[in-house]
């Protein structure tokens, strides 16, 4: 599994379903028929899917210096919403596969990969620009090894919450520093969580707390946690165009 090019996250969790994994296919593959291929390469006895319907944060901001372990929001804004189809022209494509790899190691990193792609500084920008406005590229960012930063405990949450609550839920766990993805959604006969949140924090039961918190104040009492007990696989996906 971990050799699968669309896989680009694989956890063991401590839950009865205890395999979580995040998979990417291009638009001509079939996602059911790839999952249940890779239900019997692995022998599993239940296979879910469970794809996102919006995106309220996709984004980590770890505090430091916070030892309180308070919902203080961070005043960042990490609104987002799931990419419609958007035609891509040659000049498009060409500049997603460059600009998949990891940026040099310089002061000016985006003088090296414009004049590699024939353009100008201003030129590159500006087309990075439209494909963030076009729904094309959510965002460019670096990634931070959170465990080497003090945040070695992490916990999925899962929330049951009631249509009429996901928004104010979901913006809500947005803004908190402790939670670096934010989702809802498809439920499943089996699952029936919408609400999915990834929190950080120094220990378990700091998660646990903060967890509690949330509910609390929000009025979601149906949720589990779960904690990753073993990584099989984290890494990006380049999605080749």
């Given at each position: 599994m971990v050799k699968h090019p669309g896989i680009s996250h694989a956890y063991q969790r401590n839950n009865h379903l205890n395999l979580w994994f995040t998979l990417a296919l291009t638009s001509n593959m079939d996602m059911q028929r790839e999952l249940?291929?890779?239900?019997?390469?692995?022998c599993a006895e239940v296979v879910l899917d469970l794809p996102a319907l919006?995106?309220?944060k996709i984004g980590a901001y770890f505090d430091m210096y916070d030892?309180?372990?308070s919902l203080s929001e961070n005043g960042i804004d990490y609104s987002g919403r799931l990419a419609t189809a958007s035609p891509l022209s040659i000049d498009d494509r060409d500049l997603i596969n460059k600009i998949e790899r990891d940026i040099p190691l310089e002061k000016r990193p985006f003088d090296a990969i414009s004049a590699n792609l024939g353009l100008e500084v201003k030129q590159?920008?500006?087309r990075l620009r439209s494909l963030k406005q076009r729904g094309v590229m959510r965002r460019f960012g670096a990634a931070i090894n959170h465990t080497s930063a003090g945040f070695p405990a992490n916990a999925m949450t899962c929330w049951i919450a009631a249509p009429d609550m996901v928004e104010m839920a979901g913006q809500k766990l947005a803004k908190l520093w402790q939670v670096s993805h934010c989702y809802e959604r498809k439920t499943n006969p089996l699952w029936p969580y919408n609400l999915f949140a990834m929190i950080h924090g120094h220990s378990r039961l700091v998660c646990e707390d903060i967890v509690s918190k949330v509910s609390s104040e929000s009025g979601l009492k149906d949720y589990v946690l779960l904690f990753s007990t073993r990584e099989f696989k984290k890494t990006r996906i380049n999605y080749t165009v």
């Open positions: 249940q291929r890779l239900k019997e390469l692995i919006r995106v309220f030892n309180d372990n590159f920008l500006g």
